[in-house]
């Protein structure tokens, strides 16, 4: 096949196979006494697992994969292809935990609009001031400070608060729950809430099948003989 033949099937253009081959995404091409690249039935399996691996897993994942298989590091690719797996739960499990504490908003009384004390809200949650320091620190709690530097916690944070209480009991960790607490204050209402998560859970349902035809693609490439460069 031509760098013509190999694009057409995928929309691209001749300059983008080259620059995929150049940079290691598909095997070498063999040349033609003039000069002219060779591309095989590989070089398509290539092409089609780096091409499936960006959809699944995005550009940086698929370019360390297919580098590393033609660097004959397969461990190496399977590697980065854990880690965009371990990602992706990681992904549903904050899902999951968002839905909790919207669940927890939407059935909760509206907190007071009075300022409470590190002690107060402490007592509150039956939890020590020294727990609450720690979920500032891990960035979930922000408080204001009063005139002689004491911590003060309005509504919003009262609310995450509670969140946080709740969320620990479920034994999330804390960078997990920062993660929640701050999707929770960049989206605002409720309503809008339910909205991004919707469409955050259609990201991952489709992320997810496309891993699944990235690994077809990925096994195809892999068991296709014989392969150049190796």
């Keep these: 096949m031509k760098p013509a033949d190999l694009a057409a099937e995928h929309g691209l253009s001749t300059q983008a196979i080259r620059n995929y081959e150049r940079d290691g995404f598909i095997p070498p091409a063999p040349r033609t006494a003039s000069g002219y690249r060779v591309y095989t039935s590989v070089h398509a399996a290539a092409l089609r697992a780096y091409l499936a691996l960006v959809a699944a897993h995005g550009r940086p994942v698929a370019a360390a994969v297919m580098t590393s298989l033609h660097q004959d590091a397969v461990d190496d690719a399977l590697a980065a292809i854990d880690r965009a797996h371990a990602q992706t ?3 549903r499990e904050t899902l999951a935990a ?9 059935t909760a009384p509206v907190p007071s609009a009075t300022t409470h004390s590190i002690g107060e809200l402490a007592h509150q949650l039956r939890v020590t001031p020294a727990t609450l320091r720690d979920w500032e620190t891990a960035g979930i709690l922000a408080p204001t400070r009063d005139p002689a530097g004491a911590r003060l916690y309005g509504p919003l944070d009262v609310r995450d608060a509670h969140l946080t209480h709740l969320l620990r ?5 804390l960078p997990h729950i920062a993660t929640v607490i701050h999707h929770i204050r960049d989206v605002g209402t409720v309503e809008s809430l339910t909205t991004a ?3 955050w859970q259609h990201t991952l349902t ?6 699944l035809t990235a690994a077809s693609a990925l096994s195809s490439y892999l ?3 014989p392969r150049p460069g190796r």
């Excluded at 009991?169 to 960790?173: D, L, S, T, V």
């Excluded at 489709?206 to 891993?211: E, K, Q, V």
């Design 98 to 106: 968002v839905r909790e504490a919207v669940h927890h908003l939407t």
């Design 206 to 211: 489709t992320r997810g099948l496309a891993a």
């Design 169 to 173: 009991r479920g034994g999330y960790p």
């Design 89 to 91: 739960l990681r992904d």
């Design 223 to 225: 068991t296709s003989t």
């Design 197 to 199: 998560l919707a469409e």
